[in-house]
């Protein structure tokens, strides 16, 4: 728990916006605001008003060049918290060491950024309390820029931007107009009120699967021939995104592995981005900690080149063959690790669809399987499709539609064979729990 201060200030701060505070979506959500050193700091006090308006409970992590422009006193009235600015106070570590902050955070937001914030962070430095954080959460990062229009413009904040981007954090902004510096281009703070209707989406909604943990495999897989060529397929990922951004809408906590694409992360997703089968299974090893659902929509490749040549293979014969050897089926060692998550696999056949795909879900002992028949036009690397979705016990043809669509339906499947599993779970260890109880009692009855 972050300790609250509760001064004169905060009690008729909270008391004034009480009832506005109902019924948001960002009520009673956790947000560590980082404030960095900038003009637009200033405008950062106006962004802790309106997102304790909007409900939320805001820690407030400054830099050291934050503090050279707005005190931590202006925040901690604001907050109704300590301000924390020093990875090294004994202190305020004492009451809640800095990797349990970076746990409380359901998202860091940190606003304004500067162009030398975004260079650390895009290269994982943790050399101050805001940069450590950002690197030990789990919780979705938005930034929001504020700097001179040629620092923005530069290419070195360009490359940053776009690394930031591409690992999912979320950039806001920034505006264009009038600079404090005199001129006059992009690198304005978007306005408080603006940041907190972005970022409302990256929290997490309420939901059926709210605080569970969902590992999703996306894209095609690459494996390398030499250091210019490789083998892959034709998958677009967007089943595998789509998937990603509906079961975060029902409120779980997910993390994307995926291979090379084209597509925007999915609002309040965390993504990992891979090349190979062997990264994406390394990838994968590494989040499963804490999985309750692993759905594999990867197109991963299964056999890769035996060795991947360290030079340019050059094109000296007539013909060339490439010896290839089988990948790790990162689906079924999943399946068989423990404590197993729920199981969600894909088949993609180009003939007898449910026979494949029934035996694929025993054989790699799933609870559900979506099949699909792929071909020159279908499934692969087009926007609709359709799917026969298979478990145990049951099975559902969902038809033809827009890969969004049929991610909410599939979403709504296995929602209820989870919590149904879930559930008989729970039946079986109380009816356990009682038998052993009973023969316990009948135990002693009779010595
Ligand atoms: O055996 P097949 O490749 O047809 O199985 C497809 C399913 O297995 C998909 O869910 C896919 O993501 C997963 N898979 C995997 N690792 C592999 C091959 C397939 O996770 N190497």
Redesign the pocket.
């Known amino acids: 728990m972050v300790q609250g201060y509760d001064g004169g200030v905060r009690s008729t701060y909270r008391a004034r916006i009480g009832q506005k505070a109902d019924n948001q979506p960002m009520q009673g959500k956790r947000i560590l605001l980082g404030v960095t050193g900038g003009i637009a700091a200033y405008k950062s006090a106006e962004l802790v008003r309106r997102l304790i308006e909007h409900g939320a409970q805001v820690q407030v992590v400054m830099t050291s060049a934050a503090r050279e422009f707005v005190t931590p006193t202006t925040f901690q009235a604001l907050s109704g918290r300590p301000v924390r600015t020093d990875l090294w106070d004994a202190a305020a570590e004492a009451a809640m060491g800095h990797i349990e902050l970076a746990r409380w955070a359901e998202l860091v937001l940190v606003a304004p950024a500067s162009a030398d914030f975004l260079a650390r962070l895009a290269h994982g430095l943790a050399d101050d309390l805001l940069s450590t954080l950002c690197l030990a959460t789990a919780a979705p990062i938005a930034v929001a820029p504020a700097m001179n229009q040629l620092m923005w413009r530069n290419a070195a904040t360009r490359f940053n931007v776009e690394l930031l981007t591409a690992r999912g954090v979320r950039m806001i902004g920034p505006g264009v107009g009038d600079q404090a510096c005199g001129e006059h281009g992009p690198g304005r703070l978007v306005e408080p009120a603006d940041i907190a209707s972005q970022i409302a989406p990256l929290l997490s909604p309420a939901g059926p699967l709210a605080g569970r943990r969902i590992l999703v495999?996306a894209g095609p897989t690459r494996e390398c021939i030499d250091p210019v060529r490789f083998v892959s397929n034709r998958s677009s990922g967007k089943m595998g995104f789509a998937l990603a951004q509906s079961l975060r809408d029902v409120g779980a906590d997910v993390v994307l592995i995926s291979g090379p694409v084209t597509l925007p992360t999915p609002l309040g997703v965390r993504r990992i981005d891979v090349e190979s089968?062997e990264q994406m299974y390394a990838a994968v090893q590494r989040e499963l900690p804490g999985t309750a659902i692993f759905v594999?929509?990867?197109?991963?490749?299964?056999y890769r080149p035996l060795a991947c040549a360290e030079q340019k293979i050059k094109k000296t014969s007539e013909t060339l063959a490439l010896e290839l050897t089988r990948?790790?089926?990162?689906?079924s060692q999943v399946s068989a690790s423990t404590p197993r998550p729920f199981m969600v696999?894909?088949?993609?056949e180009t003939n007898s669809v449910e026979h494949y795909a029934r035996a694929?879900l025993l054989a790699?002992n799933l609870d559900l399987i979506a099949a699909n028949e792929v071909g020159h036009t279908k499934a692969f690397d087009c926007d609709d499709n359709s799917l026969l979705v298979l478990w145990r016990g049951g099975r559902v043809e969902l038809p033809v539609s827009s890969k969004r669509e049929l991610a909410q339906a599939l979403t709504g499947l296995i929602v209820e064979q989870y919590l149904e599993q879930n559930a008989a779970r729970e039946r079986d260890s109380a009816r356990e729990l009682a038998s052993e109880e009973l023969a316990a009692r009948e135990g002693a009855r009779a010595s």
């Open positions: 495999t089968c594999g929509t990867a197109a991963v490749a299964d990948t790790t089926d990162i689906l696999g894909f088949a993609a694929k790699k």
